[in-house]
């Protein structure tokens, strides 16, 4: 059984960055109208707190969106914080949450400062990761090998151990080593059937590409995984047959015949030499499969 705070994370993938604001927007609108009036949305980009505005006002929710550290700073007067910027959604950048500040004579890091802001650890907001794979390099077992920015969040999610987590990316999982810091996930750890991330990914890169896809299955099944693409509704396709001239066919059975000739030619020479050839193959199918593709769409142009 998953513990209760494996139950409040979601992975989104989406190819396109509009329909992760969106759905990054019903989430935290859905989490507003539950009582939640605090969440903090992490992007790559100040710009992209347009898009967030727009999202959010497109599903008639106008939350508050707190323009990250800076807005707060210029908000806290002697007697603390206004009132108005007590609740709300802060935007922020990863940038800025590696970054720290002097104030009062003392270094305070950002992190620190958007802790503080929400609440501790009671916080039961969103705390979402839009291009999440920015943390990818993260290192468990040395973490001071770790990027800042991997470090930052997973730092700010042990803090934030009751947050309603979100990871939103169209490339987050490239490769199964990249989930290293999606500690909330519940795929490793206590409860699990893997003690550490190193016996999961040893695990699912033995078994290769199934157990991946597998993988996908399960977290999809348990609600933690979303993937949307652009919907095929009112698309129309047509299938056009091209009939080939006995002199296109002739090129192309030439074309074939050379290649089976490079490709034992290729084996010959691997044959004599102690280099590895994996490098040699990957780079011979690649030019093989680029000059059929040119050849195939000059045939039926």
Known sequence: ????????????GSLFQKNCCRLISGIILDNYARGRRKHI??????????????DLGDLGCYIKVIDGC???????????????????????TYATLVSSVQRGGHNRSRLQQLVDWSGGSDFNGCLVFDECHKAKHFVPDNENKSTKIAQSVITIQRMLPKARVVYCSATGVSDVKNLAYMERLGLWGEGTAYKTFQNFLDTITQ??????????????????????????????????????????????????????ELKKSLEVALSKVAAPSSRAWA???????RFFKQLWHLLTC
Do not use: N
């Not at 780079?283 to 499969?289: C, K, P, R, V």
């Open 1 to 12: 059984l998953m513990c209760p705070s494996h139950l409040r994370t979601t992975t989104c």
């Open 41 to 54: 949305w992490f992007s790559v980009s100040h710009d992209l707190k347009m898009d967030a505005e727009r």
């Open 70 to 92: 800076q807005q707060l700073d210029k908000e806290t007067k002697v007697f603390g914080l206004s009132s108005d910027f007590k609740e709300g959604i802060v935007f922020s």
């Open 207 to 260: 078994r290769g590409l199934g157990a991946a896809e597998m993988l996908a299955m399960e977290m999809k099944s348990a609600g933690v995984y979303l993937s949307r693409g652009l919907s095929f509704r009112q698309a129309e396709f047509s299938s056009l047959k091209v009939v080939l001239s006995k002199e296109q066919i002739q090129m192309y059975d030439t074309a074939a015949h050379v290649w089976s």
């Open 283 to 289: 780079t011979f199918w690649g030019a093989h499969q």
